[in-house]
């Protein structure tokens, strides 16, 4: 079992920038790849942008912050960041962090890999 929490969420300008953190405890961190996912008010889940177990791997969704935001992690602390920038008010959302199970190889996974969840953190931005 790996348990999962979100922070650093809040309310910003549009414009501004955010660093969630994801803090991992449990089973091993380092085994599995890493994912982040936003829900907007009334919209389904949407993928936001994953690293692979060793952080040598990242990839983002074209459609939700390609560009503006960075996925990393430190294996030693046990988080993964999620570096947002230039945030847009279409980027409010809950944001939520999601772990793989072991994974034998250092890769990103496909979407429906994610089998364990945290609780969300809230993004607001403001026009």
């Known amino acids: 079992q790996v348990q999962l929490v979100e922070s650093g969420g809040g309310l910003v300008q549009a414009g ?3 660093r969630l953190s994801c803090a991992a405890s ?3 961190f380092s085994n599995r790849a890493m994912g982040w996912f936003r829900q907007a008010p009334g919209a389904e889940l949407e993928y936001v942008a994953a690293v692979s ?4 791997s990242t990839h983002n969704n ?3 912050g390609k560009g503006r935001f960075t996925v990393s992690r430190d294996n030693a602390k046990n988080i993964v960041y999620l570096q947002m920038n230039s945030l847009k008010p279409e980027d409010t959302a809950v944001y939520y962090c999601a772990a793989t199970r072991y994974q034998s190889g250092d890769y990103v996974p496909s979407q429906d890999q994610y089998v364990y969840w945290g609780q ?3 993004v607001t931005v403001s026009s």
């Open 16 to 18: 501004g920038s955010l």
């Open 62 to 64: 074209a459609d939700s």
């Open 53 to 56: 177990r060793s952080g040598g």
């Open 26 to 28: 449990g089973e091993t």
């Open 120 to 122: 969300g953190t809230q």
